[in-house]
C-alpha cells in the first residue's frame, strides 16, 4: 500500500503564489507517476498536472493547458519516502478547489480512475 499526506493549501489572493507538497509512504516503488487533480465545486474533476520518473536526468511532466506555464511540478525521491511539490504562480481565481495527490505504477495519465492511490485532498482558495 502507499499512503498520500498532502500539505500546503490555504488562501491566497489573485497573482500570488502558493506550493503544494504530497509525501508518500509505504510501497514506494510504485509511485512512478505523482501528480495532481483538483476538484471545484459544482464541477467534476480534472487533470492539473503528472510527473514520471525517467531513467534519464529529467523527468517526464505533463500540464493541464489551463496551468502550463503558471504551475510546476518538481519531486524528490528519497530512499524511502517520495514527495512531489507543485508550484502555484499567478493563481487565478479559478484556480480555487480541492487539489488531490495521486499516484500510480505506470506512466501519467489525465484520467483519474486510472491512478492507483490518492490523498485526503487539500483546499486551495483564490481570492480577486
Known amino acids: 500500500q502507499v499512503q498520500l499526506v498532502e500539505s500546503g493549501g490555504g488562501s491566497v489572493q489573485a497573482g500570488g503564489s502558493l506550493r503544494l507538497s504530497c509525501a508518500a509512504s509505504g510501497r514506494t516503488f510504485t509511485t512512478n507517476t505523482m501528480g495532481w487533480f483538483r476538484q471545484a465545486p459544482g464541477k467534476e474533476r480534472e487533470f492539473v498536472a503528472a510527473?514520471?520518473?525517467?531513467?534519464?536526468?529529467?523527468?517526464?511532466?505533463?500540464?493541464a493547458e489551463s496551468v502550463k506555464g503558471r504551475f510546476t511540478l518538481s519531486r524528490d525521491d528519497a530512499k524511502n519516502t517520495n514527495t512531489v511539490y507543485l508550484q502555484m504562480n499567478s493563481v487565478k481565481p479559478e484556480d480555487t478547489a480541492v487539489y488531490y495527490c495521486?499516484?500510480?505504477?505506470?506512466?501519467?495519465?489525465?484520467?483519474?480512475?486510472?491512478?492507483?492511490?490518492w490523498g485526503q485532498g487539500t483546499q486551495v482558495t483564490v481570492s480577486s
Open positions: 510527473t514520471t520518473r525517467s531513467s534519464g536526468t529529467t523527468n517526464y511532466e505533463e500540464y
Open positions: 495521486v499516484a500510480r505504477a505506470g506512466s501519467s495519465s489525465p484520467y483519474f480512475e486510472e491512478y492507483n492511490f
